[in-house]
């Protein structure tokens, strides 16, 4: 049975492992709250739930912020790109089941992130954390539940998708690519090899998210160690080289650091990355979480920030959604890497300083 409220509820799955414990978990989707460990019976039976439900369920809760914030949200889109008439077979599926990662962005965390392991145990050195046997082995559990041929989204997160071979184990088993659309979210710091584009020019269509929050040492604070130097690079390498299939948007995530910033990125996008091969690049605002909650950002910086950007601006409509959470435990966040990485936010973003006093 095809869930009409949501879409995604029964044609989408969505693998993860976090971190790098050996537990594959899935859900409808990367919005959704609960990661839920997976075994083939209990998944069938959880899908027969996700099939009948009829409104957002209480793990639905950011589907429905961005819902309320942009007037659109996964469930919208998921609604539009996925057929009618299908019953429940798996039309999407995303893939975050290698957390190999060359940066330990601010917002993010050793879940995610092999680098952010790394930094936690005093380390600096990338490598493959999740032994290859053991992502084989969850592709091959995957494989056996889901009919890979009927699959017509691809969606890979990681860690950082394009630095390992990972999305290339799934993409070689799939016959007809002519059909099948791929989405990669990237931290920009990776530029595809030919092979790479190659492959996916035989696909009906690539799309990149790249994660960007910022400009200038501004950017390198929140996506550390990597450098906006060659994020730049990269971005014009895409403008030039990319095949014509691939589309790009930009993922912003707002966080307490970086709302009063907003406009500074897109002013900056809008002269150098608005469009790709004649396509224009769109900017998604999600809500920043975790450590770097956008809650965590105080009543009088949310009046500037409304100011600044507008009183409808994206970004001024999560703010007011959100509740006001204490930020002392963020400033300990960010005190306690600044130290390590001899960074200084208070410098970085010198103009947001004294609203954290
Ligand atoms: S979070 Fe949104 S897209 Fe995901 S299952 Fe819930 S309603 Fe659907």
């Known amino acids: 049975m095809q869930n009409l409220f949501c879409k995604s509820l029964s044609n989408a799955v969505s693998f993860r492992v976090p971190s790098d414990k050996n537990i594959l978990t899935f859900k409808p989707c990367c919005l959704y709250h609960k990661d839920i460990p997976f075994h083939p019976t209990y998944f069938k039976k959880t899908k027969i739930e996700f099939d009948k439900a009829t409104d957002f369920l209480p793990d639905c809760k950011k589907c429905d912020l961005q819902e ?72 091959l559990q995957i494989k056996q539940s889901i009919d890979l041929d009927k699959v017509k989204i691809f969606h890979f997160w990681g860690g950082e998708p394009l630095l390992t071979d990972t999305h290339l184990k799934i993409l070689k088993d799939i016959k007809d690519p002519s059909s099948v659309q791929l989405t990669y979210i990237t931290n920009t710091s990776i530029f595809p090899k030919k092979e790479i584009f190659d492959l996916w020019d035989k696909f009906a269509k690539v799309r990149i998210g790249l994660s960007i929050d910022g400009i200038n040492d501004r950017f390198h604070y929140i996506r550390y160690p990597l450098s906006w130097e060659k994020a730049k690079r990269n971005l014009n390498l895409f403008k030039t080289e990319s095949p014509t299939n691939i589309d790009y948007h930009i993922n912003y995530c707002a966080t307490p650091l970086n709302v009063y910033y907003t406009d500074e990125l897109e002013t900056w996008l809008d002269k150098n990355f608005s469009e790709v091969n004649g396509k224009k690049v769109n900017l998604i605002y999600i809500r920043g979480e975790g450590q770097l909650d956008i809650a965590k ?38 005190g306690k890497w600044d130290y390590h990485r001899n960074l200084n936010w208070r410098k970085t973003f010198h103009e947001i300083s004294s609203f954290f006093e």
């Open 68 to 139: 309320r914030a942009n007037g659109s949200s996964l469930r919208i889109v998921s609604n539009k790109v996925i057929p009618d008439n299908i019953s429940n077979q798996i039309y999407k599926i995303e893939l975050s089941i290698d957390t190999t990662c060359n940066a330990a962005c601010i917002q993010c965390d050793a879940t995610q992130s092999s680098l952010w392991r790394k930094e936690e145990a005093g380390l600096r050195k990338i490598i493959h954390i999740q032994p290859e046997s053991q992502i084989d082995e969850k592709i």
């Open 297 to 334: 950002t105080p009543d009088k910086l949310r009046e500037v920030v409304y100011k600044k950007l507008s009183e409808n601006h994206s970004v001024s409509n999560i703010l007011k959604e959100v509740p006001v959470l204490d930020y002392m435990s963020m400033l300990g966040h960010l």
